[in-house]
């Protein structure tokens, strides 16, 4: 089930409540193996969360009905509404998280942005012949498939870029996902989560501020480069914001 996350203002600090209990939702608790360098999802109500573990939110910024608690209103994208990503940079502008200077940076990185810079229209999924044959004369060939980290450990989260197939045409797709460190999470009484299992239906809190507002502006980034249409989007968004999102 997919369980979003709550997004909303408190004493001039944007507040993100991310659900850790649902793990087949757009949000879901993972842990790094060291072998494979992978990402697996992991069952949170009953392994005690460690240090390394992240939530991996595939987070969006326009959908047609989006949740009451991260919908934007007043701002639209070809019919849908903003959320989530749209919410966190109209708050942080409300708010004077974001300055003026962080939105004009943001915007001239966009208008860099040109089209063979975008992941979607110029990666590629490889299948490398490895020229290694098992039972039954079945060739073995492996498949590339590229990936973009940014990582920003410091102020405790990470942001990937993975191209796909895309389900029902051709081409790929490039999926964003917001990765934020369970070490950086607070509880509902302002604690930790290390070293206990989740309760049920809990969520973890984190607060956005001036100190790591870098979150919103690495993931406006990821779309900027992600495909075409997301940097023609996420332009629209910020627009929407700069003129809307005002006190
Ligand atoms: N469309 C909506 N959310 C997305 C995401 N996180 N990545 C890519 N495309 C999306």
Same mark, same amino acid.
């Given at each position: 089930?997919?369980?979003?996350?709550?997004?909303?203002?408190?004493?001039?600090?944007?507040?993100?409540?991310?659900?850790?209990?649902?793990?087949?939702?757009?949000?879901?608790?993972?842990?790094?193996?060291?072998?494979?360098?992978?990402?697996?999802?992991?069952?949170?109500?009953?392994?005690?969360?460690?240090?390394?573990?992240?939530?991996?939110?595939?987070?969006?910024?326009?959908?047609?009905?989006?949740?009451?608690?991260? !919908?934007?209103?007043?701002?639209?994208?070809?019919?849908?509404?903003?959320?989530?990503?749209?919410?966190?940079?109209?708050?942080?502008?409300?708010?004077?998280?974001?300055?003026?200077?962080? %939105?004009?940076?943001?915007?001239?990185?966009?208008?860099? %942005?040109?089209?063979?810079?975008?992941?979607?229209?110029?990666?590629?999924?490889?299948?490398?012949?490895?020229?290694?044959?098992?039972?039954?004369?079945?060739? !073995?060939?492996?498949?590339?498939?590229?990936?973009?980290?940014?990582?920003?450990?410091?102020?405790?989260?990470?942001?990937?870029?993975?191209?796909?197939?895309?389900?029902?045409?051709?081409?790929?797709?490039?999926?964003?996902?917001?990765?934020?460190?369970?070490?950086?999470?607070?509880?509902?009484?302002?604690?930790?989560?290390?070293?206990?299992?989740?309760?049920?239906?809990?969520?973890?809190?984190?607060?956005?501020?001036?100190?790591?507002?870098?979150?919103?502006?690495?993931?406006?980034?990821?779309?900027?480069?992600?495909?075409?249409?997301?940097?023609?989007?996420?332009?629209?968004?910020?627009?929407?914001?700069?003129?809307?999102?005002?006190?």
């Amino acid at each position: 089930m997919n369980v979003p996350a709550k997004i909303y203002a408190e004493n001039k600090k944007i507040i993100v409540k991310l659900p850790l209990t649902s793990p087949t939702g757009k949000i879901r608790i993972k842990r790094r193996e060291k072998s494979s360098n992978y990402g697996i999802p992991i069952a949170t109500r009953r392994k005690p969360f460690r240090e390394n573990d992240y939530v991996e939110w595939q987070i969006s910024y326009a959908t047609e009905q989006p949740p009451t608690e991260s !919908k934007v209103e007043n701002i639209r994208l070809n019919g849908q509404f903003g959320f989530e990503l749209t919410k966190l940079l109209c708050e942080g502008i409300r708010y004077e998280i974001l300055l003026n200077d962080d %939105i004009q940076k943001m915007q001239s990185f966009i208008d860099s %942005i040109e089209p063979n810079d975008t992941l979607e229209e110029n990666e590629r999924i490889l299948r490398e012949d490895s020229e290694f044959e098992v039972r039954g004369g079945f060739r !073995k060939f492996v498949e590339k498939i590229p990936l973009f980290i940014k990582n920003n450990k410091d102020r405790g989260y990470f942001v990937e870029i993975i191209l796909k197939h895309k389900q029902r045409a051709v081409g790929l797709q490039a999926m964003v996902y917001l990765c934020i460190y369970v070490e950086k999470l607070r509880d509902e009484n302002g604690e930790s989560l290390i070293g206990r299992t989740a309760r049920a239906k809990e969520f973890g809190i984190i607060e956005i501020n001036s100190a790591n507002k870098e979150i919103i502006i690495d993931v406006v980034k990821a779309f900027a480069i992600a495909s075409w249409q997301h940097r023609n989007d996420i332009n629209s968004i910020l627009t929407q914001v700069m003129s809307k999102c005002r006190k």
